[in-house]
Structures are given as structure tokens and as C-alpha cells.
């Protein structure tokens, strides 16, 4: 059970992390050639590989209950920001995220750009790759070193990592355009839950909670935060609605725009 939540966890919030970086690669790529994109990938890449390679063995040095409360209070730090922007985006006090917009922004300032040449490179979209893909890669990193460690079973969280990465991969290539029909908003909303759900759980097993019937207790979790999250979404979007409707009355300015951050 826990393993199947690991995979589904992980898989999830790596797909959204995938998509954001593929989305700012194929606009750079596509706008101002792929060699210098290419091989800012690829050197964003093997920044990654040693992120990744040093911190898997110190959090698995540490002793498993310190382990679990540490990881468990970061995933809940993680989780409720995630949860957090889709209740707002939800609720519609908050823009939902727009993979094309961001596409676009990206290639108009791509076009923009100076054309910088440094060792046979265009700097420009060198460095945008690069910091694109280590960017989001480093919490693609952080949820599968932490996942993993805390379930000695990297090679699972690995997995769900590798799985998601060839699927938004395959469709990346299909399309050739921002994956603007993935419903990222809802991933975020499944992703915040699931490690909401990972840090109430492990961060009580590192307090000494004894779960009633262990990773069994799981689903219950999961299912309390949820609930409570969508009972959240609903006072958002009536809060929102009666702001709205009170601005739109008092001077006929109409609602106040929400903004996608």
C-alpha cells in the first residue's frame, strides 16, 4: 500500500515539475536553435546527477525516526504550499496555471534577447535551459531522494521519477508545444494532498505515532486532507464571489483580477 502511494506520489509531482522545465526548454529551443539548449540540459543534468548523488547517502545515515520526522515536516512544508495555490486557484482567488502563456512569454523573450556567443554557445539559451532544468529538477531530486530514503526504496521513487520523465517526454515530442492541455492544476491539487498526507504520516511515526493498522492508516489520511481541502476550496470561492460582487456593486470596477504566481 505504501508503495503504491510512494510511486503515485512521486510520479505526480514529478510530471508537474517535467512539464514547467519542458515547457521553458521547448520555447527556448524552438525560438533560438536546440544545440545550446540541448547542452544546457544536458549540463543541468549532470548538476543534478551530484546533487542527488550527495545527498542520498547523508539522509540515509541518518537514524530512521530523526529521518522520518525531518522528511516528514519538509513534505509537509512542500505539501501545503502546492495545496495551498490549488485551493486558491480552485476557489478562483488566484489565476490557474497557463503552461501556454508561460510558453509564450517565454519565446517573446527569447526573440528578445541579445545573441550572446560564448565557447561556440548561445548564452542566452544556454543558461535558460540550464536553469530551468536544475531548477525544477532539484525538487524532482528532493522527492525522490526523501521518498526514497525515508522507504529504503530509492530505486521505486527512481522509477516513478524515470516513468514520469519518459511520459511527459513521449508527449512533449508528439505535440512540440507547452503541454497545455495536461490538467496541471489538478495534478498540483493531487500532488499537495498526497504529500500532506506523506508528511502528517511520516512525521507522526517520527514523533512515536503509532498509526492504527500502520500503512493501512494511509488512505484515511489522505482522505482527511482532501475533504478538508475541498471544504476550503468552497469558503475560497464564496469569500471570493461575495469580494467580487461587493467591488463590482460599489463603483462598477468589477472584480479584482487574479494573478497566476
Not at 61 to 69: G, K, Q
Not at 169 to 197: I, Q
Request: include cysteine; charge should be positive; charged fraction near 15%.
Amino acid at each position: 500500500m505504501r508503495d503504491v502511494f510512494l510511486f503515485l506520489a512521486g510520479f505526480l509531482a514529478c510530471s508537474v515539475e517535467m512539464v514547467e522545465a519542458l515547457t521553458i526548454v521547448l520555447a527556448v529551443g524552438v525560438t533560438r536553435g536546440w544545440r545550446s539548449t540541448i547542452v544546457g540540459v544536458g549540463v543541468a543534468t549532470l548538476a543534478l546527477a551530484v546533487v542527488i548523488a550527495a545527498l542520498g547517502p547523508a539522509l540515509t545515515a541518518i537514524p530512521i525516526d530523526a529521518l522520518r520526522a525531518v522528511v516528514g515536516g519538509l513534505l509537509l512544508i512542500f505539501g501545503l504550499q502546492w495545496l495551498r495555490k490549488a485551493i486558491l486557484r480552485a476557489g478562483g482567488a488566484k489565476a490557474r496555471h497557463d503552461e501556454e502563456r508561460i510558453y509564450n512569454e517565454e519565446v517573446v523573450a527569447a526573440r528578445a534577447a541579445r545573441s550572446e556567443v560564448h565557447a561556440g554557445l548561445d548564452w542566452y539559451s544556454f543558461t535558460v535551459a540550464f536553469k530551468g532544468v536544475f531548477l525544477e529538477g532539484l525538487e524532482v531530486a528532493f522527492i525522490v531522494v526523501t521518498f526514497g530514503s525515508n522507504q529504503h526504496n530509492v530505486g521505486l521513487a527512481a522509477l516513478s521519477a524515470v516513468s514520469a520523465l519518459v511520459v511527459v517526454l513521449a508527449v512533449g515530442l508528439v505535440v512540440h508545444a507547452p503541454l497545455s492541455r495536461v490538467p496541471e492544476n489538478t495534478m498540483k491539487f493531487a500532488v499537495g494532498a498526497m504529500l500532506t498526507t506523506f508528511g502528517i504520516f511520516w512525521g507522526g511515526e517520527g514523533a512515536g505515532v503509532a498509526w492504527p493498522g500502520n500503512d493501512a492508516a494511509i488512505p484515511a489520511v489522505l482522505a482527511f486532507v482532501v475533504g478538508l481541502a475541498l471544504a476550503l476550496v468552497v469558503v475560497v470561492r464564496r469569500q471570493h464571489a461575495s469580494v467580487a460582487g461587493g467591488a463590482g456593486g460599489a463603483g462598477g470596477a468589477g472584480p479584482p483580477r487574479a494573478v497566476a504566481r
